[in-house]
């Protein structure tokens, strides 16, 4: 069976000794850009490797970026093969903040083409939770051939965003937190405010009080209650930096609702451009 949306921590632990699974920690802050290393050498599901979100899975930022690029992706198929993944491999990725960091190597795996990459549910928190157990060692690593078939068809472009809102096919929702998207508050960025049009939808919505995402069913009809008439493939999904974004776009998919699309310069680029207008309220 393969995982390509959530896994529970007990079908993880099940295989977490199997030679055709590779884990990956990315629990992160953008508080404190090391913490998240630190944790993992504090203690991390065994075998698991760590991927850092601003050196493994985000390029250096530029004067036209956001705060959190897409990656070089050749360097990043280059560390995934030295990171033990191949094309048959199932990948496990999890955080300690409701898969808000994980979602974005999720995502980048599924525009590499790889299908079978799961967020583990309710992260390493479930993972404790749980009792299973805990690991200070780095694991053994065997390199091997990771070959990509990039679908860049997955995000868009804010030239592309631009259009689609000018004409109307498509619909932003934004994964930021409500005070940010009215802009009555941003702690990140210069400009506070939010895209022309946006609707808003924080990611942590898409969690119970336990962490975990809720059913289906659930999600589903709170999607499909928001987005109304539009087709999921007409969903470009938003944030701060391209990264939260990803969360309602794996909530989306695990509802069923499959094909919606990221924004990947969200709102740190998109005010990065002076004539490009911003919303508040």
């Known amino acids: 069976m393969a995982y390509n949306t959530l896994i529970s921590a007990s079908e993880l632990n099940a295989h977490c000794d199997d030679n055709h699974w590779v884990i990956f920690d990315c629990r992160f802050s953008l508080a404190n850009t090391e913490q998240g290393a630190t944790a993992y050498r504090h203690g991390h599901i065994p075998q698991a490797r760590y991927a850092h979100l601003d050196k493994d899975l985000c390029a250096a930022i530029t004067t036209f970026t956001g705060r959190h690029p897409l990656p070089n992706f050749a360097q990043l198929v280059k560390k995934l093969g030295d990171w033990g993944v191949g094309n048959h491999t199932q990948v496990v990725v999890y955080d300690d903040a409701g898969g808000a960091f994980a979602g974005r190597m999720w995502w980048l795996l599924r525009c590499l083409g790889h299908e079978k990459v799961a967020v583990l549910n309710g992260g390493f928190p479930a993972w404790i939770k749980h009792g299973y157990a805990v690991s200070t060692h780095l694991p053994t690593v065997k390199a091997t051939a990771f070959r990509a078939y990039l679908n860049d068809s997955l995000w868009l472009s804010a030239r592309e965003v631009e259009n689609g809102l000018a004409q ?98 969200s709102w740190s680029e998109w005010i990065r451009d002076k004539n490009r207008t911003v919303a508040r309220g």
Do not use: W
Request: charged residues 15%; glycine residues 10%.
């Open 168 to 265: 109307r096919t498509i619909t932003v929702i934004d994964a930021r937190t409500p005070e940010r998207y009215r802009g009555e508050q941003e702690p990140i960025d210069p400009i506070a405010g939010h895209i022309p049009y946006a609707l808003n939808r924080p990611f942590q919505l898409n969690l119970d009080r336990s962490g975990l995402f809720l059913a289906a069913e659930s999600l589903r009809q709170q999607f499909q209650q928001l987005i109304g008439n539009r087709l999921p493939s007409q969903v470009v999904h938003s944030c701060g930096s391209g990264v939260t974004a990803c969360h309602n776009l794996l909530a989306m998919e695990v509802a069923g609702l499959t094909g919606s699309k990221l924004y990947a310069g």
